[in-house]
């Protein structure tokens, strides 16, 4: 959504109502029964997931079992709490405007939104009473370690849920105990940093990862289970991030799943809309408009009417800040991330993009053997207008 206040008083500019709003199953938690929805100007992201809306890229076997799962969800729409059993979750946890951000050109009233459609499915479990086992062998403490921090992303068996998140189950056979130490330690793609866990329990739980027969599998930690005994009220709950990513690391909904959009701030309305950014093996294959699936760039506005802005595809585009059409684009060695700066030295104008991310293709989004292995050649990269002020006259003619 977008909300428009005067930023003197808060009042709103744009008509807001309270609407009902899904409440929560799980004991002793109270949601609030509204919140609060724009009129003025319409949604930028879409706000609902239903298996009408699943991708054509999408094979008819796991569509068949997407759609099942969808259906036997909770889908109430914006707000549903997330409980015991699975919850559509749309725009999703990584969805919305998320990285993307926002530029606005004041002396038009004009708003420029980046955001990503990304659904997530949602599942809440009981969260273990202490990090680790404190005793049994090296391997059972390491299980221990991983049952707390890895297994409701990777899944007890360690077969993970790819493309989204990785199996571990052969992870001997694909990294080498550092390249695991440095991801738990930093985290990697879509994967967070663990910097709470000490070298100990690190060195434990790679050594489980890397012979877990050692250890004995189980469906939940043995702490877990304790806590059904305990005041429904006082319990913990926690979910993984549920993102829906198909085999061929596709996201489930259909594209776009990048937009740009541009609002006119006095009138409340949509000025244009467009799909921002490309993924290269699908336009090889002739389908175009998708959107990227990674955006992490946010949008720059220049007073002479361009939009600075990229993708992880690699590419810097310039847009016609009055229709969104490319007037120009770049191809650079990484994948962009962060927000450009624009400035002037002596004269002549200049733009810096940030690239220095892990450059995303639909084959291989994710934090794996291949992402470990081949470093990313990171830079700032600076653009500029050419020096003579005759060849300046005639860019921005």
Same mark, same amino acid.
């Given at each position: 959504f977008v909300f428009v206040f005067n930023r003197e008083t808060g009042e709103t500019l744009c008509p807001v109502v309270e609407l009902a709003v899904p409440a929560s199953d799980m004991p002793g938690e109270q949601t609030w029964p509204t919140q609060p929805f724009p009129l003025k100007p319409p949604p930028f992201a879409r706000q609902k997931f239903t298996a009408d809306d699943l991708s054509p890229f999408i094979g008819e076997q796991e569509k068949a079992t997407l759609r099942k799962e969808i259906q036997e969800a909770r889908n109430e729409g914006l707000f549903t709490p997330p409980g015991l059993t699975n919850t559509v979750e749309m725009p999703g946890n990584n969805g919305g405007a998320n990285f993307g951000g926002a530029a606005i050109d004041p002396a038009s009233g004009t708003l420029y939104v980046?955001?990503?459609?990304? &659904?997530?499915?949602?599942?809440?479990?009981?969260?273990?009473?202490?990090?680790?086992?404190?005793?049994?062998? &090296?391997?059972?403490?390491?299980?221990?370690?991983?049952? $707390?921090?890895?297994?409701?992303? @990777?899944? #007890?068996?360690?077969?993970?849920? &790819? &493309?989204?998140?990785?199996?571990?189950?052969?992870?001997?056979?694909? !990294?080498?105990?550092?390249?695991?130490?440095?991801?738990?330690? =930093?985290?990697?793609?879509?994967?967070?940093?663990?910097?709470?866990?000490?070298? *100990?329990?690190?060195?434990?739980?790679?050594?489980?990862?890397? @012979?877990? *027969?050692?250890?004995? @599998?189980?469906?939940?930690?043995?702490?877990?289970?304790? /806590? $059904?005994?305990?005041?429904p009220a006082s319990l913990h709950y926690r979910s993984g991030f549920g993102f829906m990513f198909t085999s061929s690391g596709l996201p489930a909904i259909a594209p776009p799943w990048t937009s740009l959009t541009a609002y006119d701030l006095n009138e409340g309305t949509i000025k244009w809309k467009i799909p921002l950014g490309e993924v290269p093996e699908l336009v090889d294959k002739g389908f175009k408009d998708t959107g990227s699936h990674f955006p992490k760039v946010a949008p720059v506005v220049t007073a002479g009417g361009l939009i600075f802005t990229g993708t992880r595809d690699r590419k810097v585009r310039a847009l016609d800040a009055q229709t969104g059409k490319v007037l120009w684009e770049a191809t650079l060695?990484? #994948?962009?991330?962060?927000?450009? #700066?624009?400035? *002037?030295?002596?004269?002549?104008?200049?733009?810096?993009?940030?690239?220095?991310? /892990?450059? $995303? $293709? !639909?084959? =291989?989004?994710?934090?794996? @053997? #291949?992402?470990? /292995?081949?470093?990313?050649?990171?830079?700032?990269?600076?653009?500029?207008l050419p020096e003579t002020p005759q060849a300046q006259a005639t860019i921005q003619k």
């Amino acid at each position: 959504f977008v909300f428009v206040f005067n930023r003197e008083t808060g009042e709103t500019l744009c008509p807001v109502v309270e609407l009902a709003v899904p409440a929560s199953d799980m004991p002793g938690e109270q949601t609030w029964p509204t919140q609060p929805f724009p009129l003025k100007p319409p949604p930028f992201a879409r706000q609902k997931f239903t298996a009408d809306d699943l991708s054509p890229f999408i094979g008819e076997q796991e569509k068949a079992t997407l759609r099942k799962e969808i259906q036997e969800a909770r889908n109430e729409g914006l707000f549903t709490p997330p409980g015991l059993t699975n919850t559509v979750e749309m725009p999703g946890n990584n969805g919305g405007a998320n990285f993307g951000g926002a530029a606005i050109d004041p002396a038009s009233g004009t708003l420029y939104v980046v955001s990503k459609d990304l &659904p997530a499915m949602l599942k809440l479990e009981l969260t273990p009473d202490r990090p680790a086992a404190l005793s049994g062998s &090296p391997a059972e403490r390491g299980k221990a370690v991983y049952d $707390t921090n890895c297994r409701l992303c @990777h899944q #007890a068996d360690l077969n993970g849920r &790819p &493309p989204a998140v990785p199996s571990l189950a052969d992870a001997s056979a694909r !990294f080498t105990r550092e390249q695991l130490d440095g991801v738990v330690s =930093h985290g990697r793609g879509l994967m967070p940093a663990f910097p709470k866990l000490s070298a *100990e329990e690190r060195d434990l739980l790679i050594g489980y990862l890397f @012979h877990p *027969e050692g250890a004995e @599998h189980s469906t939940a930690p043995a702490q877990e289970k304790s /806590q $059904t005994t305990r005041d429904p009220a006082s319990l913990h709950y926690r979910s993984g991030f549920g993102f829906m990513f198909t085999s061929s690391g596709l996201p489930a909904i259909a594209p776009p799943w990048t937009s740009l959009t541009a609002y006119d701030l006095n009138e409340g309305t949509i000025k244009w809309k467009i799909p921002l950014g490309e993924v290269p093996e699908l336009v090889d294959k002739g389908f175009k408009d998708t959107g990227s699936h990674f955006p992490k760039v946010a949008p720059v506005v220049t007073a002479g009417g361009l939009i600075f802005t990229g993708t992880r595809d690699r590419k810097v585009r310039a847009l016609d800040a009055q229709t969104g059409k490319v007037l120009w684009e770049a191809t650079l060695d990484a #994948a962009l991330e962060g927000m450009p #700066a624009v400035y *002037e030295a002596n004269g002549r104008e200049y733009i810096v993009f940030c690239a220095a991310a /892990q450059a $995303t $293709t !639909f084959t =291989h989004n994710v934090p794996g @053997h #291949a992402a470990l /292995q081949a470093p990313i050649p990171g830079a700032y990269v600076a653009f500029a207008l050419p020096e003579t002020p005759q060849a300046q006259a005639t860019i921005q003619k």
